[in-house]
């Protein structure tokens, strides 16, 4: 029972264009959400976060919405550049816990 | 990254021999936490520990036991390791319960034969 779900396990993405990565959660008692970034043999770093009684939070070149009535969180990078190529991980607080989804390997084509 | 040592970085173990992970962290931070990773599951905690003794389960505790005797140090013992317990290990803390951020180190990649 994934309560945090990232459907799309790949996304290949032209330099410049937009990437979305999105996310699904299941547990309304979720406060918090954030995004991680993780390139091999690392450890995930914190990219963006959003509180939940916030629709947007903007970064730079990421954004990230949320829409708590369905249940859906998204990851916008604007423009896409090839370095931005790794394993995006969604995650959301409650309590003491962290979950995480399965992530989303994002490729930027140069 | 409030300064996170995982040791050993990499083992290979055999069925059934105990195993212990080290995360050490020099931030002072409360909060540290013991996730898997494995294709197909992303990050699932294992366990973690919101002070000095005190430590609670998370979502894959099964065959999994921790100790944390000072601030910095949480250890992560596999008992009697098998091979569903091959994968990359990570350690993450957090200062304390009103920061949301996790900050993790680089993980212990362990392969039990």
């Known amino acids: 029972d994934q309560q945090v779900k990232q459907n799309s396990p790949s996304l290949s993405v032209q330099e410049g264009r937009i990437s979305i990565l999105n996310c699904d959660y299941t547990n309304s008692m979720f406060d918090y959400f954030l995004w991680y970034k993780k390139y091999p043999a690392e450890g995930p770093t914190f990219l963006i976060s959003?509180?939940?009684?916030?629709d947007k939070n903007e970064d730079g070149r990421f954004t990230v919405f949320l829409n708590k009535s369905a249940k859906h969180l998204s990851l916008h990078i604007v423009p896409s550049q090839p370095g931005d190529s790794a394993v995006y991980f969604c995650a959301a607080h409650t309590g003491n816990q962290f979950y995480f989804g399965t992530g989303t390997s994002l490729t930027v084509i140069p | 990254d409030a300064g996170i040592t995982q040791s050993p970085r990499h083992k290979v173990t055999e069925t059934g021999t105990p195993v212990t992970l080290r995360c050490h962290q020099t931030?002072?931070?409360?909060?540290m936490y013991w996730y898997r990773q494995d294709p197909g599951h992303g990050l699932r905690l294992i366990h973690y520990s919101y002070g000095v003794k005190d430590t609670d389960k998370g979502e894959v505790s099964d065959g999994y036991s921790v100790s944390r005797s000072k601030t910095e140090d949480f250890l992560l013992t596999l008992e009697s390791a098998t091979s569903s317990q091959t994968s990359v290990y990570f350690c993450a803390t957090r200062s304390g319960s009103g920061a949301n951020v996790l900050t993790f180190g680089a993980g212990s990649r362990l392969t039990v034969l």
């Open positions: 959003i509180s939940s009684i916030k």
């Open positions: 931030e002072n931070h409360r909060y």
